[in-house]
């Protein structure tokens, strides 16, 4: 899958305003194309993660190839993550980029919570929104 079309959208003066797929914690993420590699920046409060820009591409590539729902299964770096969810995937071996696509050391994982509202925001996935358990698909 080619890079989305960000538009003007997602800079650092112009964020994205998120919401937790419960819609329970609100944060902003914006894209750092100036960086090495390319980065999405995560800003939870006061807590900052960064994932490999690309990221979203390849999420929204492997959903379109899955083709169904999958569990998000959200989880802190130092926490295993599910099989077979979106979080597992983003710290797999197996994934695109061979590993972990987050970028800052103990602050890697949570793939599972703040991807999956920016891949809906930019309308290439559909996400559940409920309490807990949240799945999500391509568009």
Known sequence: MSTPDWGNAGTKDDPWLLKT??????YT???????DPPELVCTVGKTVLK???????DLAAMLAEHGDWMELGSADEQKPA??????????AGSNPVGGWYGLKKGYRG???MYLPPLLEAL????????PRNNRMRAL
């Open 29 to 35: 993420m914006h894209r750092d194309e100036s960086a």
């Open 51 to 57: 994932y490999q820009l690309r990221l979203v591409a």
């Open 82 to 91: 599910k099989d077979g969810t979106v979080e597992a995937w983003g710290r």
């Open 21 to 26: 797929p419960p819609g329970t914690s609100e």
């Open 123 to 130: 309308g290439l996935a559909e996400l559940e929104h409920n």
């Open 110 to 112: 949570r793939v599972g």
